[in-house]
């Protein structure tokens, strides 16, 4: 907080420089390189700036991605939404090849581009404004035509946007030389990827999750060597998981043994292999997952296309994947055939057209789907569209997979991933549209209209929401909802609190923030950013804490006058605030949250369905009684048992003593609950009349007798 962060501060700490260079004949224009930030030479990871994404992947993984040199084929908002994420990761460079004037509709998806760029060319724009985001990543873009040669100058290649005929030449450049590879696509509704990361990938870690280790019970001294594990848990190991042993009596064997590869037989048993060599088991021992290195193959794209496997998006939706993959072949086709030109909205002789090249595509497959033709069409009518919510979703999914190429951590995805919301269409497949409600206005929402119609855009620009705070989620959230026109419209407000300032462990994922507004408000600067994006959004930046303490600036009136509220918080108590406020005044709300590499979203909708106080998280493993008391065999169960005991002495007993003496309905309460009233009278007994301690004596004796009965008494 103390820092300069003045222009000319900035200037001096940065140093920031402009470069050209050529790449396979390309002018490449720099508009930052790696540098010294702080005092920290470039190749240096920051742990102050990086904090949170060193705990998911880890040391060695990052030091790898700040070798990675990333391509950007295409941006618009899909291309802007990869690079943005990969930028804030922190990957040594990414280059920006786009030369496509950007235009009004640009506005609705692309949120670098602003009314005053629309002619220029997208990636010179974006690349200026996306290096704003890390000072450790350069970030360039190309002038001139594309060849699919100088792909092989970089490690990891993106197509955002961009045909298969293109893909093609640039797969086979990129498979040959076993460079990652990753196309994705996002067609008005509908979103996809795919991955070629060569014939022999090496993954450090499929999955990143901690090795776990199992207490086992017994193992066989025979040619499967099955080994049970203790019945409390299930192992939760897979086949091929590899495992050693520690601690084993009698087979002695296995223990510190090389990893050996299991086969799952039962939740609490799996094979090792033949141990009829080794000396008979008699008791005790740990089996410990050893995380081993897996070789991906994937096929190169134009195999790929012909038998594709997927990652299913949705498994109310499975016979969409084989669809949809026609359906992207047939709009590629269509583009080759139009002049890069996909269907515009409303012509019904361009959705014919892409129709009959589905079915030629389908014909093509290995093994063909069956096609529905009103789902086709309406994706095909509205497939020139570039809206907010499905390029961030798309975008977040690719720049995964571009992490994963740089790190050489988590699986990659294997092969294709489709993705369609068409439950989110105002009508039914099988009724589209008219003419007149999709028909472009020239303004930067025509995306959305394309896809939704002039009505929903316009109920959208009326909506008032409540956007309870400003960090990660909550600055993806004020992007999309600028970009789509939420709160733009006459009588439409975004109110956004968050008490909360900036620090610079948010700036690696809170894109909103640069680091000159470290220690300002993260409401009112997201607020400013949001109205870059979009002038017309009204928003209302406060910094005020939600909870009881400010109902009467959430008073009854404010609340009544919104069209839903929006959760990005940070813990359970403000959700649960906020979902019984939901309640109260019958209000949508939305909720999400992320953990590492997952995340969750629930809607909730008043009248259809749950609330989110109504379901909670599933609780962590819990240790059995009689474990803790009788048979602690873990450092886990001996650091609960000291919770648990530490809880009752000093917590619980003393809450309820307070409870007794302040509150007047306490026994009355109490009687309610039959199943705790004699325990709980009996330590009110214990700690205010018979073993009261009154003097500093009294309490050195009343800690001795407990530590005698715990540690003594207990155990002899």
């Known amino acids: 907080a103390g820092r300069d962060w003045t222009a000319r501060g900035l200037l001096r700490r940065l140093r920031i420089r402009r470069a050209a260079t050529k790449i396979g004949g390309l002018v490449s224009c720099a508009m930052g390189e790696p540098m010294e930030v702080d005092g920290k030479p470039s190749g240096e990871l920051d742990e102050a700036l990086y904090s949170r994404q060193l705990y998911v992947l880890g040391k060695e993984a990052m030091h790898k991605m700040t070798s990675c040199d990333v391509l950007i084929v295409g941006v618009r908002g899909l291309g802007i939404e990869i690079a943005k994420n990969v930028v804030l990761a922190g990957v040594r460079s990414v280059t920006l090849l786009d030369n496509e004037p950007a235009t009004i509709a640009d506005l609705g998806s692309n949120f670098f581009l602003h009314a005053a760029d629309v002619g220029k060319p997208r990636a010179a724009v974006c690349a200026k404004r996306l290096a704003e985001l890390n000072n450790y990543v350069s970030v360039r873009h190309l002038d001139g035509e594309f060849s699919p040669e100088a792909a092989a100058k970089f490690s990891v290649v993106v197509l955002a946007d961009q045909p298969i005929s293109l893909a093609l030449r640039v797969n086979a450049v990129c498979h040959a030389a076993a460079i990652p ?125 012909l038998e594709p496997s997927f990652l299913e998006s949705d498994f109310g939706k499975m016979d969409r994947p084989l669809q949809l993959h026609a359906l992207s072949q047939a709009l590629s086709a269509f583009r080759d055939e139009h002049g890069g030109q996909l269907p515009t909205p409303g012509d019904a002789s361009h959705v014919e057209r892409v129709l009959a090249l589905a079915k ?159 220690s300002k408000p993260k409401s009112v600067c997201a607020a400013a950013k949001v109205l870059e994006m979009n002038g017309e959004v009204h928003i209302d930046a406060q910094t005020h804490k939600v909870g009881d303490e400010s109902e009467d600036i959430y008073s009854d009136d404010f609340m009544e006058g919104l069209s839903g509220i929006c959760n990005a918080l940070d813990n359970v108590n403000a959700r649960l605030y906020m979902d019984s406020r939901a309640v109260y005044y019958k209000k949508p709300l939305l909720e999400s949250g992320t953990l590492g590499t997952k995340g969750n979203v629930q809607v909730v909708v008043p009248f259809l369905t749950e609330s989110y106080a109504s379901s909670r998280d599933p609780p962590e493993k819990s240790i059995p009684v009689c474990t803790l008391k009788n048979f602690p065999n873990q450092i886990e169960h001996t650091i609960q048992w000291a919770r648990d005991v530490f809880e009752g002495l000093f917590k619980q007993n003393a809450e309820d003593a307070n409870a007794y003496l302040s509150q007047a309905d306490f026994l009355s309460k109490l009687e309610q609950q039959p199943g705790v009233r004699k325990p709980t009278l009996q330590a009110l007994h214990q700690n205010l009349v018979s073993d009261r301690p009154r003097t500093l004596d009294d309490c050195v004796a009343w800690a001795r007798h407990r530590f005698e009965e715990y540690f003594h008494n207990t155990i002899a």
Not at 293 to 301: D, F, G, M, R, V
Not at 366 to 377: I, Q, T
Not at 384 to 405: D, H, M, N, R, T
């Open 181 to 305: 590879m990753i196309r994705a696509e996002t067609l008005g509704i509908m979103g996809s990827i795919f991955c070629d990361f060569g014939d022999a990938f090496v993954v450090s870690d499929t999955t990143g999750e901690e090795p776990m280790s199992v207490l086992v019970s017994s193992i066989g001294k025979d040619a499967a060597g099955v080994v049970t594990t203790h019945d409390e848990h299930r192992h939760g190991f897979e086949d091929g998981d590899h495992v050693t042993f520690t601690e084993v009596q009698g087979m002695t064997e296995l223990n510190g043994c090389a990893p050996l590869k299991i086969s799952v037989k039962g939740p609490y048993t799996f094979s090792v292999g033949d141990t009829s060599a080794y000396g008979d088991y008699v008791g005790g021992g740990y089996a410990h997952q050893v995380k081993m290195p897996a070789t991906i193959s994937h096929k190169p794209l134009a195999a790929a296309l």
């Open 360 to 518: 030629e595509a389908n014909a093509r497959l290995a093994s063909p789907a069956e096609l529905s033709e009103p789902l086709l069409r309406t994706i095909a009518a509205g497939s020139a569209a570039s809206i907010s919510p499905v390029c961030a979703f798309i975008g977040g999914i690719a720049a995964q997979e571009v992490l994963k190429a740089a790190s050489a951590k988590f699986g990659p995805l294997t092969q294709f991933f489709y993705y369609d919301a068409t439950e989110a269409l105002p009508t039914p497949l099988d009724s589209p549209l008219p003419a007149a409600e999709i028909a472009p206005a020239g303004d930067r929402y025509d995306g959305m209209t394309a896809v939704f119609g002039r009505s929903v855009v316009a109920r959208l620009k009326a909506q008032r929401y409540f956007l309870v705070g400003a960090g990660a989620i909550g600055c993806e959230m004020l992007k999309n909802w600028a970009l789509m026109g939420l709160g733009a419209g006459e009588g439409g407000l975004i109110v956004v609190t968050d008490p909360d300032s900036i620090e610079k462990s948010n700036l690696n994922r809170q894109f909103l923030f640069r680091p000159w507004d470290v």
